[in-house]
């Protein structure tokens, strides 16, 4: 993949250049109170270093990101503003204005007034229908909008390389690139991942995109895992093993249409050699609330009227059991809604497990994933405490099956 220090001197230097930077600023955001607050800003400080380095050549920096997953068209509780306001604090010295829009007139005027060593924050780039388009004419035509913006391309967004997207993948296409450095830096630790990694092996997953993990189980058995590795499952993607294992699963989260893809993953483990580890006991609530009467049930017996919202403390030992004398652990998705202290503990007990397991057997240990970074860190771990925290979840995961991923193959 070409640096920012080939596309410079490809260009003859950056000074006076309009670049696009594609970064992930997708944070998680507490809407309680009057005003939106970042609960961990973990990926906007993740972003700045690049920046630096451009605006330190003399860039004019044009930042465009997402945040959530808004449906093509403006949503107020999805703007980035509040971004904005953290970058601002961040790039401290530097002038960082904001667009209200991605794309058009008012768009290309912000552009223009950009200075040398300015920043302008382009609003949530998901507002718009062709960013995720899966028409390639009308993604190419909004590409080439977002194009016309500037001189040159510096993909910077590690937790979207995995999309198909306008401003990972076309734009890519349209104006001389290079990879930023966090871009970089994540894929050296994915290759330390997946070339010759020390066994035992372990993958946590868990989290609430369930549909979009699930799928990679599969190849993860096929490719990654092999015998004697451990494939540990928790958070939302749990209840579907559970009920494809034939277990009542209540009002918890199902992917009900996955059920026998899940019961091939059961075999295709037990044939592997595998170990799937999986709850024995959950915390199941009346109602996705922390006060909605949370109490320790098995995971055999989940009340049809409760829903499952972390694993149980006999799984959490469980697992930190099978964690242990690991050597590799990849952790992707809490393992319950840890925003909520009664559902907390399962996370905190698999983040224990990785910290000790770091200590004790030197294992190499990667969380992955906004909201996972943002869990270890919100209860209360360093990042000095594990091997590497990802920017990346999904992203890592399609990475560790083997799979192309369109925003990195589009930089070579
Ligand atoms: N049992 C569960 N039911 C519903 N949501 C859950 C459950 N367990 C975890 N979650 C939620 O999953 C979210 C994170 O999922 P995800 O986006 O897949 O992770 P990441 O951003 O780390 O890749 C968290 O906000 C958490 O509250
Ligand atoms: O949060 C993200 O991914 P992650 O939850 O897998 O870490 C990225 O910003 C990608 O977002 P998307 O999964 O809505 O495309």
């Not at 503003?81 to 667009?99: I, M, T, W």
């Not at 995995?162 to 993948?169: E, G």
Request: charged share 25%; hydrophobic share 45%.
């Amino acid at each position: 993949m070409k640096t920012i220090d080939d596309l410079e001197a490809q260009l003859g230097g950056l000074a006076g250049k309009r670049v696009l930077v594609r970064s992930d600023l997708n944070v998680p955001l507490d809407h309680s109170g009057e005003q939106p607050v970042i609960t961990d800003d973990g990926r906007i400080r993740a972003s700045v270093p690049t920046l630096r380095r451009l605006l330190d050549a003399g860039a004019r920096v044009v930042v465009t990101a997402h945040l959530g997953r808004p449906k093509g068209a403006p949503e107020a509780r999805y703007s980035l503003a509040p971004v904005h306001a953290r970058l601002a604090e961040l790039l401290d010295g530097v002038d960082v204005a904001f667009c209200p829009v991605t794309v058009g007139a008012e768009a290309t005027a912000a552009v223009a007034d950009l200075g040398d060593g300015q920043v302008l924050l382009l609003e949530n780039i998901r507002f718009n229908a062709g960013e995720t388009s899966k028409d390639e004419g009308e993604r190419g035509a909004f590409a080439d909008e977002l194009a016309a913006l500037a001189d040159a391309y510096v993909s910077d967004g590690f937790g979207a390389v995995h999309r198909k997207h306008a401003s990972v993948y076309d734009v890519a296409r349209r104006l001389p690139h290079a990879a930023g450095g966090l871009v970089a830096t994540e894929v050296e630790v994915l290759r330390r991942l997946t070339t010759h990694p020390e066994r035992p092996y372990a993958v946590v997953l868990g989290g609430s995109k369930v549909s979009d993990k699930l799928g990679v189980i599969d190849n993860l058995l096929g490719s990654l895992l092999t015998s004697g590795d451990r494939l540990l499952v928790g958070g939302g993607m749990v209840f579907t093993f559970l009920a494809a294992t034939g277990r009542e699963v209540g009002k918890s989260l199902l992917e009900a249409d996955q059920l026998d893809r899940v019961r091939g993953y059961v075999q295709s483990a037990q044939d592997k050699g595998v170990e799937l580890v999986l709850p024995t006991d959950v915390v199941a609530a009346t109602a996705f609330a922390a006060d909605a009467d949370p109490q320790v049930v098995s995971a055999d017996a989940i009340p049809a009227d409760r829903l499952g919202l972390d694993i149980g403390p006999d799984s959490a030992a469980t697992f930190a059991a099978a964690l242990a004398d690991a050597r590799t652990v990849f952790w992707n998705g809490p393992m319950g809604v840890f925003e909520m202290e009664p559902y907390a503990g399962g996370t905190r007990a698999v983040a224990q497990a990785l910290v000790d397991a770091k200590v004790a057997s030197g294992a190499f240990s990667v969380v992955g994933g906004g909201d996972s970074a943002a869990a270890v860190r919100t209860l209360g771990f360093a990042d000095e405490q594990f091997g590497h925290i990802s920017t990346g979840g999904g992203a890592s995961l399609e990475y560790l099956e083997g799979k192309q991923l369109p925003g990195l193959d589009v930089l070579d």
